[in-house]
């Protein structure tokens, strides 16, 4: 854990470990999943322990300092706000008291941050979002949001790259493909890597 | 060939599993009685990662083109080959032409087919098991369906075989679940963690499917000044989170990233019974140490190598 917060430094931290830990190719781990605040390591109980990995990485980790980091990029993503690609709209103005215009004008003006690619394949969490446009998530999830489809939740927003359920507040849908099984590395979206919304 | 006549309630190819691509969201949608997989692999003398066919409910039943030797583990089945009652977990020859058919799950929930011939599928992501939610990997992407044919890898028979009673493990309800704590087991008052870890019986909602398992009962209290919900993070297999309403969730295999508070983890053991909860089935929790987790991982670990030891009896 590198921190209790939705915060950019916190994550260059989580960003620069993950990479440390690619780095180091053990064979004993299966897998990492680095999100806002941590890197959650996935490891083979069989041929290592807890208390040996730990402090395995532990001891090598001032090396992280010097990691290579891959240069992240930026993506520019094309959304349709609103009307039938935005169910969530109409409760935003209401709850939040700004127009359409407005809350679109707020979420294109920032360049979000990759946070985290997960729950499903390719779903980034993006942040961090204007404080004004800070919602609850919906209190009964729904049972499929298409795929496309642009949400926001508290201080962060993101894209549904697979049809899936989901409780975050849809405004708009992009026709931008987020995930291709087919083709290495799969995501179009990785951690570190910057996106801008902007308005079709 | 081997081609689908019935695929029962759901039927999809699985392997050991997707991993390597968590930090992109790619879930293991890995065979769910990892046990039971790997007998079946050891029965029809295959790699750890041979594809095999995943199937809930009776109403099974396939047939094939070629002489081959098949398989079937997992939950206990009435099966017949050619109206020939089969022995659970065996290793059996079947001539071409015969039909395959299971007709009833008689314990457990989810039994694994298999063909010593192996199938010839595409791994998709290094990996055979299919991700139905995102459509890819596995046969097309779906689960399998009435008139599908898929081809064998090789034309390769297997020996007759069979998996000693005492090694087949029990999947009768109720069903009692050693877990480890996770990182927001403080979120909850002392109380409900003692009643969750130490008695409560919980009842297999039928709100369940590969995703993950809800339970019902009386819903845990968080403290006062804890969150309702964490700043997403990552979470493994087995993984129990504790929505608002307080009533928990055992993540399967199909997701990386959770926003709810972990209470706990089901110790590695223990999650291979995860493939066998059905709605209405009772679970109690039992809270273990961390060693005691990687203790009994290794000990099944053991179980599944002595196999490979061992000589193979007639069946």
């Avoid at chain 2, 709810?260 to 140490?289: C, M, N, S, T, W």
Wanted: proline fraction near 7%; charged fraction near 25%.
């Amino acid at each position: 854990m590198f921190g209790d917060s939705i915060n950019l430094e916190i994550h260059k931290k989580v960003r620069r470990f993950h990479f440390f830990l690619k780095s180091l190719e053990l064979k004993e781990i299966i897998d990492i999943i680095p999100s806002f605040r941590s890197c959650l390591i996935h490891f083979d109980g069989e041929s290592t322990s807890f208390q040996k990995l730990a402090s395995f990485i532990m001891e090598r980790e001032p090396a992280a300092a010097s990691v290579d980091l891959p240069e992240p990029k930026t993506y520019e993503i094309p959304v349709s706000y609103g009307g039938e690609f935005g169910p969530d709209m109409e409760f935003l103005i209401s709850h939040l008291e700004l127009s359409e215009d407005e809350i679109i004008n707020i979420h294109t003006s920032v360049i979000y941050t990759v946070f985290a690619v997960g729950f499903i394949p390719g779903f980034p969490y993006l942040g961090i979002l204007d404080r004004r446009l800070s919602v609850p998530r919906l209190e009964t999830p729904r049972f499929k949001v298409p795929e496309g489809s642009v949400g926001i939740a508290q201080l962060q927003t993101g894209i549904y790259s697979f049809d899936s359920p989901g409780g975050w507040r849809i405004i708009g849908r992009t026709e931008k493909k987020l995930f291709n099984p087919q083709e290495a590395p799969y995501s179009l979206l990785q951690i570190g890597d910057r996106i801008r919304f902007l308005r079709l | 060939m081997i081609k689908i006549i019935n695929s029962g309630w759901l039927s999809i190819i699985i392997d050991s599993g997707r991993y390597g691509h968590g930090a992109v969201g790619v879930p293991p949608s890995s065979a769910l009685d990892h046990y039971a997989y790997c007998i079946l692999n050891h029965l029809l003398g295959h790699d750890r990662d041979a594809p095999a066919i995943e199937v809930i409910g009776g109403n099974f039943a396939l047939t094939v083109g070629a002489d081959v030797t098949c398989a079937i583990t997992g939950a206990k089945v009435k099966a017949f080959l050619n109206d020939q009652p089969l022995q659970p977990w065996a290793a059996f020859p079947m001539v071409k032409g015969s039909i395959l058919k299971v007709q009833d799950v008689e314990e457990g929930f989810r039994y694994y087919v298999g063909f010593s011939g192996g199938m010839n599928l595409e791994r998709i992501i290094s990996s055979y098991s299919t991700n139905m939610e995102c459509r890819f990997g596995g046969f097309k992407g779906r689960p399998l369906q009435k008139g599908d044919e898929i081809d064998f890898k090789d034309r390769k028979m297997g020996e007759p075989a069979e998996i000693p009673e005492r090694h087949i493990p029990s999947m009768k309800p109720p069903h009692r679940l050693r877990i480890v704590e996770g990182p927001e087991i403080s979120y909850f008052t002392p109380d409900s963690v003692k009643a969750f870890a130490e008695g409560t019986v919980f009842t297999v909602s039928s709100r369940m499917n590969r995703t993950g398992i809800r339970l019902e009962a009386k819903p845990l209290t968080f403290r006062t000044e804890a969150d309702m919900s964490i700043i997403s993070e990552g979470i493994l297999p087995g993984t129990i989170q504790i929505p608002g309403d307080g009533v928990p969730i055992i993540m399967l295999h199909e997701r990386t990233i959770g926003g709810y508070a972990r209470i706990a983890v089901v110790a590695k053991a223990d999650q291979d019974l995860l493939a066998h909860l059905k709605p209405g089935d009772h679970v109690l929790f039992e809270r273990i140490g961390m060693e005691e987790a990687q203790s009994l991982w290794k000990s099944k670990q053991e179980t599944i190598t002595s196999f490979k030891q061992i000589n193979r009896r007639p069946a």
